[in-house]
């Protein structure tokens, strides 16, 4: 009676890849959901656009390069949902159709497919739709409207957001309450503050999120916002608006955690979230645009690998150093 | 290269020479050298096809010297010899280009153009590959070389200039949607790694239909 | 009481993994010995390894405890009977464990046999303590090594603790436990005779149990006999009151005791036999050479397996036939139906094996760089500091076989066609 071979060890946690993927997605809905109060459909079927053409495009592009097909880690899906979640609510649909192209067939597939990218392919969209149509990219409607959206072509203009304001040398005058429920102009995702550092707990709980990289990417734009103000005598302090506006939090929770493209020991992670932080203030001030975070991701995600084995090193010199000296003198 | 060989001979390396320099291991899509015109300044097809002119202005004659004359010199005093030679072909084409052609081509290519005589192109084709060869090669090279990097130059400003500006070659082409940023650097670099991998893949499919 | 140092990095980051404990419903079950299989399939080898030549001749009548083989190396390790039988013969065998072996073949007739005579163990002096575990062919079910060669070479250090490690941290194996609950004393005694004979400081025995298990067990023994171990797989026990701790196992510590009090030479050790496709998971008194496949027939197949362990599911080695011996060495057989396997990705980069690495390496790296044939940056990240735990291979949610891999590179050092240099830098 023969058996079969097998390597250790046999027994597995069972964790499968694609429940990575669905917790982000759960974790969308109510942001989705929150928007949709203020906005009605229209946010809704933008990322659902995002999403949708992502996968697509995956499974097409698998298909073209005759590889096995790798929708089912769920890394499309999350990619485009993301980049339907950072467009504007007044955006044309094919604004987070383009970017998740963009996202997918030059960013992520040639680089190696799903699990071998080097850069951040969401981010890699939000990087070339805002570089290419800033003036859809930031047109942000003002949340008081009071009436939906209408959900086919749309012709009107926004009112500035918090961070352009910021930007332009103004002073944004929300208080704590509005910008943690949301009651400014902002992307679809990234306004719902209250709601997005929920999102940020459950994923934290559920293992997809860092902690080490989201609290140092946050505590180091807190640190520089209070240290170079940019709002002053405004009822929220410039840490609570620096942090609110654009989507600086949202990157920090979802774009900076994606597994493949960032650190995955303890020191490198906390550099990289520190490196990340001060590259998102630093496109905020001298930057081109209001809100250049998905720039500063794409940044720090080349230095990623070089963080993460700095990190490892640092930490084991001794070890390595002694066994150095033993293979020396062997 | 001083010992003669069969005529046949020359003439199978040359016709191999030149498609390898020109498409199997074109100088800008596989050896990457020649890089910085494109990404800076191709971005309109006109200054790319000067640009081509001026490259091959610059390299035929530099190609030709270093091939006769380069295995005499010492090494030290190649590179600035055939840059000084370049720079002073480059001088006339200026000069060329700003009076009789058109000054505003000439203004708005600015640092570039006189660029063309320290190119890696040049330093490699000339002062790398050509030294070593028989000058019919080197020629053959010269000239191959020209053509790859303007067959690449031309197409990515032309797609450049299509996207940016909505024209080709000044006339106007009636597209509706315009993207001024892909005359920035990043646009090049993404339509050149694209190129790379097209080629790539028609290599692979002719060498595998060749096999067969 | 003691305080262990465990070489880690900080308080904050938690290493290993939680793993489910499998050991019910064989923990609670009481040890049974096994009914005399047919066959017996002895190697002859003794305790420091060397071959032995069969000392009696085809046909004749054994009694357990009789020498079966003497070492040819001459200084005299010795293999002995562990049942009552007719020897038949030997047979070269491929053991997935030890390799090529020659077996001496025995048809069992029992497996019982006369205890000798009690003898006071505290007047033995440390040589011939030392002596007695070479001789009789004490072997430790830790690691497969004969007692007598470690104990000797301790002998050597200063300041170092005996620790009969009883911890048990994979899920199945109970056996250490069961024969705790059933010996605790007898165990506690052949610990201080080693203790002894290696000029220990001190001695314990580390264990990882519920909290009335542990009471029970505490009853038995005097204070300071026992140290319980909590943590995460895998625990490891560095240093306790600043001394270099020895594991030594439970079962060789019986075996050692039994040896010096009655002169038995040691016959069989406790099995844990588990797993879905056993009907009747237990622990099994097994005498050493019993065919795995009898003991599996012993305690019932519920269903047909699909794999058959030799050890515990974390560092446990597969057997294709099941006709192989059990040695010293074995102390869990487990038999599964089918494996449960996430489906195959490749690595997201999560980073879940680095945080359950107690080595702290990078295994994700080291299966990166052994895939991408980078022999020379391969040496940098350290994969000789590997134990081969596991713990990675178990939380991967690609379902990647990385314990294998960087086991791989561990054990590629003397390869010739991989370059191992210093490599820079990073």
Known sequence: MSYKIAQAPFLRRGERGALMSADVLIAFVPLCVFTSAYYGLRPVFLVLTGLTT???????????????????????????????????????????????????????????????????????????????????????????????????????????????????????????????LGDFPGPIGATAVAILLACGLYLFVRRSLSAHITLSFLASCAVIAALFPRASGASAGSVMVELCSGYLLFCGIFMLNDPVTAPRHWLG?????????????????????????????????????????????????????????????? | MTQKQPFSKTVSEIKNVFFDSFLGKNIVLVQAIGITPIIAAGVTLQKGVVLTLCTAAVLLPASLFMSVFGEKLPAWLRAPLYSVGAALILLGAAVLLD??????LYASLYVFLPLTAVNTVVSYRAGGFSVSHVPVVAITDAIASSLGFGLVICLVSALREIASFG????????FEIVLPEAALPYAAFLLLGFSAAFLQWVRTRLLERAAK | ????????????????????????????????????????????????????????????????????????????????????????????????IIGNVTCALLDC???????????????????????????????????????????????????????????????????????????????RDGLALAARAMGAKGFCIAVMLPQKRLSALKAKLNDGDLFSVKGRYPVELPSIDGCIVCRIGVQACLALYRAAAYGEPPCGCVVTIAGDAVANPQNVQVP?????????????????????????????????????????????????????????????????????????????????????????????????????CGACSYVCPSGLEVTAKVLEARDAQGNIFMKWGDGDEL
Not at chain 1, 154 to 172: C, E, K, N, T, V
Not at chain 3, 21 to 43: L, T, Y
Not at chain 3, 55 to 67: H, N
Not at chain 3, 120 to 131: C, K, P, R, V
């Open chain 2, 99 to 104: 009076r009789a052609i058109s000054h505003e």
């Open chain 3, 1 to 96: 009481m003691s305080k262990i140092t465990k070489r880690g990095v900080s308080p904050f980051i938690k290493r290993g993994v939680l793993l489910p404990s499998m050991k019910q419903p064989a923990a609670s079950r009481p040890i049974i010995d096994i009914a005399p299989p047919s066959r017996i399939v002895i190697p002859l080898l003794a305790g420091d390894g060397s071959e032995c030549l069969p000392a009696i001749k085809s046909y004749d009548t054994v009694l357990k405890g009789d020498v079966l083989g003497i070492s040819e190396t001459g200084d005299g390790g010795r293999v002995y009977s562990p049942v009552s039988g007719v020897y038949v013969g030997t047979k070269k065998i491929l053991h997935p």
């Open chain 3, 109 to 187: 007739m029992a497996t019982g046999g006369e205890t000798g005579k009690f003898k006071d163990t505290a007047s033995m002096s440390e040589q011939e303590i030392l002596e007695m575990a070479s001789s009789m062919g004490i072997i430790d079910e830790l690691d497969g090594q004969p007692l007598g060669l470690k104990l000797a070479a301790w002998r050597k250090l200063r300041r170092v603790m005996l620790v009969a490690d009883a911890t048990e941290q994979e899920p199945y194996c109970s056996a250490s436990r069961a024969v705790l609950k059933d010996s605790a004393v007898q165990v």
């Open chain 2, 167 to 174: 024209t080709l070659w000044g006339n106007s082409m009636d």
């Open chain 3, 288 to 388: 050493y050479g019993t065919l795995v496949e009898d003991v599996l027939r012993f305690c019932g197949l519920a269903h047909e397996p699909e794999y058959v362990l030799l050890g515990d599911v974390m560092t446990g080695i597969t057997v294709q036939d099941a006709d192989v011996p059990t040695i010293p060495g074995i102390t869990c057989i487990l038999a599964f139906k089918s494996r449960v396997q996430s489906p195959l990705h490749a690595c997201i980069g999560c980073g879940r094996c680095v945080s359950a690495c107690h080595r702290n390496l990078l295994p994700y790296e080291i299966m990166r760089r052994l895939d991408n044939m980078q022999y020379e940056r391969l040496s940098q990240l350290l994969p000789d500091e590997c134990d081969g």
């Open chain 1, 54 to 180: 992502a996968v697509l495009a995956e499974a097409f592009g698998c298909l073209l390069m005759k590889r096995r097909p790798t929708v089912s880690d769920g890394s499309a899906a999350v990619t485009g949902a993301i980049i339907g979640m950072l467009v504007s609510p007044l955006s044309p649909y094919w604004l987070p159709a383009a970017g998740a192209i963009f996202a997918i067939v030059a960013v992520k597939l040639p680089m190696g497919g799903s699990g071998r990218n080097l850069f951040n392919p969401a981010a890699a969209g939000i990087a070339a739709i805002s570089l290419c149509f800033p003036g859809f990219f930031f047109n942000y409607p003002d949340p008081g409207l009071g009436r939906p959206l209408p959900l086919g072509e749309i012709a009107m203009s926004g009112i500035p957001s918090p961070a352009s304001q910021l930007a332009s040398g103004g002073q944004p005058l929300y208080s704590p309450v509005m910008l943690l």
């Open chain 1, 269 to 330: 992670r906390i550099a990289y979230g520190i490196f990340a932080g001060v590259l998102v203030m630093l496109m905020r001030f001298f930057g081109r645009f209001e809100e250049g975070a998905a720039f500063a991701v794409l940044l720090v995600n080349a230095f990623s690998t070089t963080l993460d084995h700095l990190g490892w090193y640092v930490l084991n010199l001794k070890r390595i150093k002694r066994i150095r000296e033993r293979r020396h003198s062997q």
